[in-house]
């Protein structure tokens, strides 16, 4: 449900979503909530999720697109990967 929120450019309310789930850790938490937070514009939370995700997933600048990609429409993806940017993710150019 959060990325459907996320999706619906309802930032806030996915935030929500995510946090109640309760997911497991890991790097696809990082990554949405890197996003989320990114287009909040909540910069502390934002960094912290990233360096989370790259922790988790060293190469995620380069591969985070592709993986992205096998499993969310392209319009997700896109709107994902803008997020990351907005977090500080630095990606290579497409």
Known sequence: MGLNEYRLGHHR?????I???NLPEGFWKSAILAAVHGQLGESVAAGHALRELLAQRDDFARSGRALFEK???PQL???LMDGLRKAGLETPMR
């Open 19 to 21: 946090v109640r789930a």
């Open 13 to 17: 309310a996915a935030l929500d979503e």
């Open 71 to 73: 499993w969310f429409a």
């Open 77 to 79: 993806v896109d709107d």
